[in-house]
Structures are given as C-alpha cells and as structure tokens.
C-alpha cells in the first residue's frame, strides 16, 4: 500500500534530495547568522567596523600589527548591553599602530608604524591611560587584510550581509504587500479594476529597472531606509503580474463559486480560500526577488547613491578599491564581489529547487 503523504512533506524531501538546494540553503543561513550577529563575529567590533588606521593601509591578508593602547579619557557607551551586542560598541581606547617598542619603569619606548619620524616616542605608564587588564600593547590579525583607510576588511565585509540582507528582506516585503494587493484587485474583479492596473503594470514594467531604481532614490534622496523603499517600488510589478495570473485561474475554479453563492464577503474569499492556493508561485518569486534586491543595492552602492558612508557595503567596498583590480591588490575588490555572487546565485537556485519542488505535476 502507499502511505499518503502531506504536500508540505513531498516538498521537504524534494529539497532534501536535491544537493544544490542544499547548498544554497546552506549559504543562506550562513550569511543571515552573520548579518543578524555580525558583531560577535567581527574582529574590529566598534559601530560600522570605522576604526581608520591610515598607516596601515592596503595591507595584504594574514597582516599583524601591534597596538598601543591608550585609554580614553571617557568612553560614551551610553547604549544598553543588548544595543551593545547587535550593533557594536566604543573602544576604551586610542589606538596607535607601533612597529617596535620597549619599557622601562615606568616609561614606554615605541616607534610609529610606517612613519617617517626615526627616533622613539615615549609615554609614561600609568593606569588610566593603559587597558583595564593592565595590557598596554595588543597585536591583530587581519585575516582579509586592510582597506584602503586602513581598515580591518574582514569586518567590513561581515557587517555589509547586514545591508545585503536588510535590503532584501524589506524590498520584498514591500514588493509582496503591494504586489499581491494589485494582483489580487485586477485578477478578481476583472473589468475596468483589471485594465487599469494592467495599465499600471506594463508603464512600470516598461521603465528599466536601474533606472528606475535611481530615479526614485534621487526623488527620496540617499541613505539606508531610502535604499529599501526604492528596491521594493521597482519590483512589485513581477508579484502583481504573477498574483494576478494565479487569480484568474483560482477564482473561476467551482469552490469559489460555491463559496461566492453563500454570500461571502470579497475580502475574506480572497484572504482565506485564494490566496493560500497561489503562495507558491509567490514565495518563487520572492526568492528571485530577493537576489534582484542584493544586486541593485550593491549597484546603487557602487554608483554612490545607496547606502551612504560609514556604512559598510559590499557596492560601496568594490566602490572604493575597483581600481586595484588591475594590481597586484585585487582582493579588496573582489572579496566583497564573490560574496555577492555567492548569495545571489543562492538565492536563484533556491527558487529553482522551490519551483521544481512545488511543481506537483513532477510527482515521482
């Protein structure tokens, strides 16, 4: 005999059994672990990871350097512990980028690193002006290397998934909300509701994207939240085109009829017995949708009218090191590139699992 199984379970073997979907969901997860934690993940864990070290710019990956530290005279960490935690807090301390250094006493010798200056400073030791612990000297690693302000790249990267992620979980929130409500308005009612939006649709569909996009952000001008406004304007036009498909075919089935005969309200028909019947071609578009989002960001980022500075962003980051991709420095640029890559491409196999996942007609 066959046991009968859910559709919800048919469509979790399905993405189980398929290693691509796999691994893209694998990367999906590990990159919203490191937006939504990114700062217990970074090395430089202060706001924006902007801790500038113009001495040591443009260092290759695997560099070290010692710090002296010097404790400030008062530290503005006003923020609770949980701001704290998610979105980083103050140094302590000012932080100097020494090449060498001895003490004696209660002196200490170091020379600046990468500095013209030849003879040693000193300071003399005393307990405010050193770490807490009693440490005056502390030595990093750069695993990625530094930018060319002088900052740890690693980090940088790290806090730009926030943006990446940000952007796309709020554009397509938007995109669905208006998508779905058009789609839903023109394939169930019909009529002049039907042409209008139709109307609407093949006027913002016919506009290019970028283009669009930009248009939008100069209207609402730069900055983070205006960057999610404008990405979720340009893409409801997909949903509405897809919704209002599914709802033409939906709302001409005999339950709905049947449904319409008792007198139900439009808005509850729709809610409750459309609407479930055509989320998958929705959450396939979502998807899809998705990785759109990360792309204009980073384009927008890269032609200086997204996310502005000190805001990490992988646009801004290839933004500000493109020219060293023909030196021996390419990294700094292209790090941030195969991470967008990486979670675009994630996201586009994803709904290539789903879509074939939800096809129910390629039941095995």
């Not at 103050?90 to 020379?111: G, L, M, R």
């Not at 400073?121 to 009693?134: L, M, P, S, V, Y």
């Not at 960001?297 to 962003?313: A, D, R």
């Not at 790090?335 to 994803?350: A, E, Q, Y």
């Given at each position: 005999m066959k046991s009968?199984?859910?559709?919800?379970?048919?469509?979790?073997?399905?993405?189980?059994?398929?290693?691509?979907?796999?691994?893209?969901?694998?990367?999906?997860?590990?990159?919203?672990?490191?937006?939504v934690f990114s700062y217990q993940f970074m090395p430089d864990n202060t706001p924006m990871a902007n801790n500038i070290q113009l001495s040591i710019a443009k260092e290759k990956p695997g560099f070290k350097a010692n710090f002296l530290l010097l404790k400030k005279d008062s530290v503005y960490n006003t923020k609770n512990n949980i701001h704290?935690?998610?979105?980083?807090?103050?140094?302590p301390y000012t932080e100097i980028v020494i090449s060498d250094f001895h003490?004696?006493?209660?002196?200490?010798?170091?020379?600046?690193?990468?500095?013209?200056?030849?003879?040693?400073?000193?300071?003399?030791?005393?307990?405010?002006?050193?770490?807490?612990d009693g440490t005056f000297v502390n030595e990093k690693s750069f695993l990625f290397g530094t930018d060319k302000y002088?900052?740890?790249?690693?980090s940088r990267v790290i806090l730009?998934?926030?943006?990446?992620?940000?952007?796309?979980?709020v554009s397509v929130l938007i995109s669905l909300l208006i998508g779905v409500f058009f789609g839903m308005m023109a394939g169930y009612y019909g009529g002049k509701i039907d042409l209008v939006?139709?109307?609407?649709?093949?006027?913002?569909?016919?506009?290019?994207?970028?283009?669009?996009?930009?248009?939008?952000?100069?209207?609402?001008?730069?900055?983070?939240?205006?960057?999610?406004?404008?990405?979720?304007?340009?893409?409801?036009?997909?949903?509405?085109?897809?919704?209002?498909?599914?709802?033409?075919?939906?709302?001409?089935?005999?339950?709905?009829?049947?449904?319409?005969?008792?007198?139900?309200n439009d808005v509850k028909i729709m809610w409750k017995h459309i609407l479930p019947n055509i989320v998958n071609?929705?959450?396939?578009?979502?998807?899809?949708?998705?990785?759109?989002?990360?792309?204009?960001?980073?384009g927008l980022?890269?032609?200086?009218?997204?996310?502005?500075?000190?805001?990490?962003?992988?646009?801004?980051?290839?933004?500000?090191?493109?020219g060293f991709i023909i030196m021996e420095k390419a990294y700094l640029a292209l790090i941030p590139g195969l991470c967008i890559v990486i979670l675009v491409l994630s996201f586009m196999l994803l709904g290539n699992g789903l879509r074939d996942a939800l096809d129910t007609k390629s039941k095995k």
């Amino acid at each position: 005999m066959k046991s009968n199984k859910s559709l919800n379970r048919i469509v979790i073997e399905k993405i189980l059994s398929n290693k691509i979907s796999l691994l893209s969901i694998f990367f999906i997860i590990l990159f919203f672990f490191l937006a939504v934690f990114s700062y217990q993940f970074m090395p430089d864990n202060t706001p924006m990871a902007n801790n500038i070290q113009l001495s040591i710019a443009k260092e290759k990956p695997g560099f070290k350097a010692n710090f002296l530290l010097l404790k400030k005279d008062s530290v503005y960490n006003t923020k609770n512990n949980i701001h704290q935690f998610f979105f980083g807090k103050d140094q302590p301390y000012t932080e100097i980028v020494i090449s060498d250094f001895h003490h004696s006493n209660d002196t200490i010798y170091y020379a600046l690193y990468n500095s013209s200056i030849k003879e040693n400073q000193k300071i003399h030791i005393n307990k405010a002006f050193i770490g807490t612990d009693g440490t005056f000297v502390n030595e990093k690693s750069f695993l990625f290397g530094t930018d060319k302000y002088g900052r740890d790249l690693l980090s940088r990267v790290i806090l730009g998934t926030r943006v990446s992620f940000s952007v796309g979980f709020v554009s397509v929130l938007i995109s669905l909300l208006i998508g779905v409500f058009f789609g839903m308005m023109a394939g169930y009612y019909g009529g002049k509701i039907d042409l209008v939006i139709c109307w609407l649709i093949n006027v913002v569909w016919s506009i290019p994207t970028l283009l669009l996009v930009i248009a939008i952000s100069i209207i609402l001008g730069k900055g983070f939240w205006q960057v999610f406004v404008a990405v979720g304007l340009t893409m409801w036009v997909e949903v509405a085109r897809v919704t209002r498909g599914e709802v033409l075919k939906v709302s001409r089935l005999p339950y709905i009829e049947a449904v319409q005969s008792f007198g139900v309200n439009d808005v509850k028909i729709m809610w409750k017995h459309i609407l479930p019947n055509i989320v998958n071609p929705i959450i396939i578009i979502c998807a899809a949708n998705f990785a759109t989002s990360v792309l204009l960001e980073s384009g927008l980022s890269f032609l200086g009218i997204g996310v502005q500075p000190p805001v990490p962003s992988w646009g801004m980051i290839i933004r500000n090191h493109y020219g060293f991709i023909i030196m021996e420095k390419a990294y700094l640029a292209l790090i941030p590139g195969l991470c967008i890559v990486i979670l675009v491409l994630s996201f586009m196999l994803l709904g290539n699992g789903l879509r074939d996942a939800l096809d129910t007609k390629s039941k095995k």
